[in-house]
């Protein structure tokens, strides 16, 4: 099992909605990743998690909550968001923490925030 | 500060031509380097890497690319393309943090 799997594919939320997205993987990787792509944009780094613990927050408004429940899950809790939000979320894993190693990455959610 | 440039944001190409995207980073300290694929509405799925070793490294689908330490560059080159080519192609470089940095994409477009 080589994917990463990631729900729900499509996401329309109100601003005052409270969701969340999941990302799962059984290929026993350690570290897992939440990206935020705007269209006809690169991926952005949002967080980053190692052996189930966050290692890397770039400055990440706190309307969005990571959690790691376990080696295999990857959850991205949204409160409040803005219309300025609406983008394709990207979930990825590697088999470790390292930029020598291959990320692996969902095929994304597509989040509509009205 | 670190960064990775894609001149071209779009490549457009006939059918079974030869094709090359580029790709150069800011450092020629060591650095990882990746290509990543991105059909509409997917996520990325990775072409090829470089770590160490051989500086022409060959990827899936038939994508090679060569990296050029004293050029800092690393093209994706393909001798022949095809019309499922077409897609946005991403360059990415590990700079020996825990972040890779991509570059801003490249549409490939091919057409018949």
């Known amino acids: 099992d080589t994917e990463v799997t990631q729900t729900p594919k499509h996401l329309v939320m109100g601003m005052t909605n409270k969701k969340s997205l999941k990302c799962e993987q059984h290929m026993g990787h350690r570290a897992m990743y939440w990206y935020k792509q705007k269209a006809k944009k690169p991926p952005e780094l949002m967080f980053v998690?190692?052996?189930?613990?966050?290692?890397i927050n770039e400055s990440v408004p706190s309307r969005f909550s990571p959690e790691c429940p376990n080696s295999s899950l990857l959850n991205l809790h949204l409160h409040a968001l803005q219309p300025e939000d609406s983008a394709l979320y990207l979930c990825?894993?590697?088999?470790?923490?390292?930029?020598?190693?291959?990320?692996?990455f969902g095929q994304g959610t597509r989040l509509t925030v009205v | 500060a670190q960064s990775v440039t894609q001149l071209d944001s779009q490549v457009p190409v006939f059918e079974e031509a030869p094709v090359e995207l580029r790709c150069n980073y800011s450092?020629?300290?060591?650095?990882?380097l990746f290509w990543y694929v991105q059909y509409p509405n997917q996520g990325l799925q990775l072409l090829l890497k470089?770590?160490?070793?051989?500086?022409l490294v060959k990827g899936i689908n038939g994508f090679e690319a060569e990296f050029n330490k004293s050029q800092t560059s690393f093209h994706l080159r393909k001798p022949s393309v095809h019309i499922s080519d077409t897609a946005e192609y991403f360059c990415a470089v590990g700079y020996n943090t825990d972040k890779l940095i991509f570059g801003t994409g490249t549409r490939l477009q091919v057409f018949p």
């Open positions: 998690y190692s052996y189930e613990k966050l290692s």
């Open positions: 470089y770590l160490s070793g051989s500086t």
């Open positions: 450092s020629s300290v060591s650095v990882y």
């Open positions: 990825a894993s590697s088999p470790r923490e390292g930029m020598d190693t291959e990320a692996f």
